[in-house]
């Protein structure tokens, strides 16, 4: 099965702070990953497919990017609803989620 | 706008069946475009996919390497909605346990995770 695998596992900032975390996959998925916010008690929320593309009625604040193994999703400048917990999600060989990084504030 | 009811039991015996129901509406479940997933989370394990049915002409399903041996995703035409259930529960089956519908994006030939149930805790214990 393929990992993903992000980083960090946590992080503290700012608001308005740019933010940027990392997923990486074990092996080549092109660009087939997702990337969701989840905040407490609620289910994830898509923000970004196709690694790049931005789900409609998502703030353009949140941006992804990478091809094959290497993927990151920036926040541009951090707003106080944006602390969550963030998730990548790749589809190109069953579905399988990484660990999580939790956006904490400072 | 698609949206999703889960419903079942929050308790459930070690060795016996977990069954969850999840209705959808703003769309069918025989959607030619769509696949009906069930998706869990838990502390240890983090989000796991469990499994998708859908329907092509025919009736699909896909499950993960992990609970193959347990687990059946039904769709029922009749209510609009579609079930899982996990067969032989343990302790380590305690997890939040989501339904989520993901559509298929004729540009990227990928499917999209846009829609999602509330959520039920189960909990498995005697």
């Known amino acids: 099965a393929i990992q993903l695998t992000q980083s960090p596992s946590s992080l503290s900032a700012s608001v308005g702070d740019r933010v940027t975390i990392t997923c990486r996959a074990s092996?080549?998925?092109?660009?087939?990953l997702a990337w969701y916010q989840q905040k407490p008690g609620k289910a994830p929320k898509l923000l970004i497919y196709?690694?790049?593309s931005l789900e409609s009625g998502v703030p353009s604040r949140f941006s992804g990017s990478g091809s094959g193994t290497d993927f990151t999703l920036t926040i541009s400048s951090l707003q106080p609803e944006d602390f969550a917990t963030y998730y990548c999600?790749?589809?190109?060989?069953?579905?399988?989620f990484g660990q999580g990084t939790r956006l904490e504030i400072k | 706008q698609v949206q999703l009811q889960q419903s079942g039991p929050g308790l459930v015996k070690p060795s016996q069946t977990l069954s969850l129901t999840c209705a959808i509406s703003?769309?069918?479940?025989?959607?030619?475009?769509?696949?009906w997933n069930w998706i869990r989370q838990s502390p240890s394990r983090g989000l796991e996919w469990l499994g998708r049915?859908?329907?092509?002409?025919?009736?699909?399903?896909d499950y993960a390497v992990s609970v193959k041996s347990r687990i059946t995703i039904n769709p029922d035409t009749s209510k609009n909605q579609f079930s899982l259930q996990l067969n032989s529960v343990t302790p380590e089956d305690t997890a939040v346990y989501y339904c989520?519908?993901?559509?298929?994006?004729?540009?990227?030939?990928?499917?999209?995770?846009?829609?999602w149930g509330q959520g039920t805790l189960v909990t498995v214990s005697s």
């Open positions: 989520s519908g993901s559509y298929y994006d004729i540009l990227t030939g990928y499917y999209n995770f846009d829609y």
């Open positions: 049915t859908y329907y092509r002409s025919k009736w699909y399903n």
């Open positions: 703003g769309d069918s479940v025989s959607s030619n475009s769509a696949a």
């Open positions: 999600q790749q589809f190109n060989s069953y579905i399988t």
């Open positions: 092996q080549g998925i092109s660009s087939a």
């Open positions: 196709d690694a790049s």
